[in-house]
């Protein structure tokens, strides 16, 4: 990701309400969280909503996913698993995985860029309760969302306060991307290593 994705992201959060940033934040997911955080340390939005609304984006969509599990079982996973990438034998693997390491196993679900729809329909079609999967998920989804959150907050501040005295601006967004794209670096090798210790799916 370069400087002129997040500027594109930024502009884009301060010219829409709410609502669009929420749905921007399910659909982008950090960057947008951060974008708009960093538009709230300018004063543009209240950062407690941003905050709420980032954690509401990265609870409902797994919830969505859990709930066609539970209700549909396993027929949507083994119609349309194959273009996931998840064989039969692999939807056997994931459960067996769940039983075994719960939390490993939903922290790789989560953090896997293609791993979360099917495989929290498989979750939610193996009967885990809700409130166990949702104690996961939120575990997992506040810290994320407060990471981020916190992250494009104080860089919006510094960039605030760099901007009205230097002309030093565009250097802090520079150092923004930097950080978010190491942020993410290490937030995909966890859940690789994660993912390699339970003997990949």
Known sequence: MSS???SIALQWVLVHGY????????????????AAAFAAALGYFNIFIVFFLSLIGELAVDVLFYSIGYAGRLGLVEKYGRYFGLS????????NL????TWKTMITIKLSPFLPAPG???VGASKMPLKKFFLVIFSIGFPKSLLF????FYFGK??????R????????IIGFVALFIVINYLLRSFSKNIANKNSKL
């Open 88 to 95: 039969a034998e692999r939807v056997v693997k994931l459960e």
């Open 98 to 101: 769940l039983h075994e390491h």
């Open 19 to 34: 609502v669009m940033i929420f749905l921007a934040m399910i659909i982008g997911g950090p960057i947008f969280i951060s």
């Open 4 to 6: 002129s994705v997040f």
């Open 149 to 152: 959150t916190i992250i494009g």
């Open 165 to 172: 005295y230097f002309n030093y601006g565009q250097y802090v």
């Open 120 to 122: 929290f329909i498989i």
């Open 158 to 163: 510094v960039f605030d306060i760099f901007s």
